[in-house]
Structure formats: C-alpha cells, structure tokens
C-alpha cells in the first residue's frame, strides 16, 4: 500500500509548516497588514485545501499503482518490446 510510510517527516518540520499556517490564517481572519476575511472564508480555504490534499494524495497512488508494471500483460508487453529493441540493433563483426 502506497500513503504514510517511514521515514515519517520530522517533527520539526511539521511543527514549522503548522504554525506558520496558524500564523497566516490568524493574520487574515484578525486583519495584520490586509482587510481582514474572517472565521467563514478562513475555514473555506483550509476545507478547499484538504480536499485538494486528499484528491492529489488519491491520485499519487493510482500513479504508483499504475506504474508498478506487475500485471501479466504489462510483462508480456515488455517482453515484446525488449525483443523488438534486441532484434533491431545492428551486428558488429
């Protein structure tokens, strides 16, 4: 199964990246420097966020799945291609 696996990311790396997302969605929705937009659009952006980070994690795995080549068909395709490739290289004497 192709998702979460080790090494996990470290700790300090997701504690950076969580807190300057709690820094700029605390800044836009109590106005630091911008017009402010509030808990509503602030909570719309991160649920847009989610699911654009479970639709590419979805289609991350159907990448890998396809690219695996461990079906019987992908290996008889190969095969056909290999052979066609060694028989169209020129002959040295």
């Given at each position: 199964m192709i998702g979460w696996?080790?090494?996990?990311?470290?700790?300090?790396?997701?504690?950076?990246?969580?807190?300057?997302?709690l820094i700029g969605t605390l800044a836009a929705?109590?106005?630091?420097?911008?017009t402010p937009i509030g808990?509503?659009?602030?909570?719309?952006?991160?649920?847009?966020?989610?699911?654009?980070f479970l639709a590419n994690g979805g289609f991350t795995i159907i990448a890998y799945a396809l690219l695996q080549h461990?079906?019987?068909?992908?290996?008889?395709?190969?095969?056909?291609?290999e052979g066609s490739l060694?028989?169209?290289v020129p002959r040295t004497r």
């Open positions: 696996q080790r090494p996990w990311p470290s700790w300090k790396l997701i504690a950076a990246s969580e807190t300057t997302q929705v109590y106005a630091w420097l911008i808990w509503r659009y602030a909570l719309l952006v991160w649920v847009y966020w989610l699911a654009g461990r079906g019987p068909q992908e290996a008889a395709h190969l095969a056909r291609v060694v028989s169209h």
